[in-house]
């Protein structure tokens, strides 16, 4: 079993930047493909980028606009999520999640980190 905890969240205004970063601990990161979701009060949790376990591949939300940027370092057993511009409403939890090479979905959550962005 993989644990996830993320970290980095924190209140900012209109315009900043946070950083989060998801350390695995239980499992070695590399043996994953990495997201990162977010969920708004009264929202689904919605996927926000995603990469595959080696970074050859990465997606993003239509809503990010070239604005967020998902790396990962295996070694450290660290993914992040390098959010600029931020705008209100990226204003949710933020949860990083992990996939296994025969899961067809995201199965591991970390607890999530707040983000909160003030106009």
């Known amino acids: 079993q993989v644990q996830l905890v993320e970290s980095g969240g924190g209140s900012v205004q209109a315009g900043g930047s946070l950083r989060l970063s998801c350390v695995a601990s239980g499992r070695p990161l590399a043996s994953y493909a990495m997201g990162w979701f977010r969920q708004a009060p009264g929202k689904d949790r919605e996927s926000v980028a995603t990469?595959?376990?080696?970074?050859?591949?990465?997606y993003y939300a239509d809503y990010v606009k070239g604005r967020f940027a998902i790396s990962r370092d295996n070694a450290k057993n660290t993914a992040y999520l390098q959010m600029n511009t931020l705008k209100p409403d990226d204003t949710a939890v933020y949860y990083c999640g992990a996939r296994g090479a025969f899961d067809s979905d995201y199965g591991y959550w970390g607890q999530g980190t707040q983000v909160t962005v003030s106009s």
């Open positions: 990469i595959t376990w080696n970074g050859g591949s990465k």
